[in-house]
Antibody, heavy 118, light 107 residues
């Protein structure tokens, strides 16, 4: 059974850069797309982006200018970097695996809460 | 962007009840719709994809239907683990978008 676990700082100040890592266990990282989703009270669930096993990235246009998703196959991890955060970036962040050939998510992590506050 | 309007936002039900949740897309999504269940502190779980297809291991009390812009998740005989939040997701076009969620509470 594939399992995903998010990790990263829980508290940031405005203008700082958010960095989160998702560690995958119980399966291969190769051959799949891997994504990030967030859930905030104000905006609900929002797709952030995903990365293919070959490193191609696909981002939500609303976040694209601040966003980088990368993949480390040797560590079986993928990461999210979001620059210049504001309070609007406060959310529960989830990592997930994308079902091959479609763009829904078949395995999710439990999520990590990120709060942006001065 | 395709907007997904989910209703109701919350409902009260009892174990054994039949529950229906609806998602309406702002344009046709050609059955490219998935449903998930989330309980606090746990990873969201994929229930249904391609509108009607049950994910492996998901109990048969769950079923999905719909076409065009209107889609439905039905839970026959609600179980204790179904007191949770359910949400839909369209994957017809980018950006992927989700419904606002339906919280199923115990009556």
């Amino acid at each position: 059974q594939v399992q995903l676990q998010e990790s990263g700082p829980g508290l940031l100040k405005p203008s700082e850069t958010l960095s989160l890592t998702c560690t995958v266990s119980g399966g291969s990282i190769s051959g799949f797309y891997w994504g990030w989703i967030r859930h905030s009270p104000g905006k609900g669930l929002q797709w952030i982006g995903y990365i293919s096993y070959s490193g191609s990235t696909f981002y939500n246009p609303s976040l694209k200018s601040r966003l980088t998703i990368s993949l480390d196959t040797s560590k079986i991890q993928f990461s999210l970097t979001l620059s210049s955060v504001t309070t609007a970036d406060t959310a529960m962040y989830f990592c997930a695996r994308v079902r091959t050939g479609a763009y829904y998510f078949d395995f999710w992590g439990q999520g990590t809460l990120v709060t942006v506050s001065s | 962007d395709i907007q997904m309007t989910q209703s109701p936002s919350s409902l009260s039900a009892s174990v054994g009840d039949r529950v229906t949740i609806t998602c309406r897309a702002s344009q046709g999504i050609s059955n490219s719709l998935a449903w998930y269940r989330q309980t606090p502190g746990k990873a969201p779980k994929l229930l249904v994809y391609a509108t009607t297809r049950l994910e492996t291991g998901v109990p048969s009390r769950f079923s999905g239907s719909g076409s065009g812009t209107d889609y439905t998740l039905t839970i026959n005989s609600l179980q204790p683990e179904d007191f949770a939040t359910f949400f839909c997701q369209q994957y017809y076009s980018s950006p992927l978008t989700f419904g606002g969620g339906t919280k199923v509470e115990s009556k």
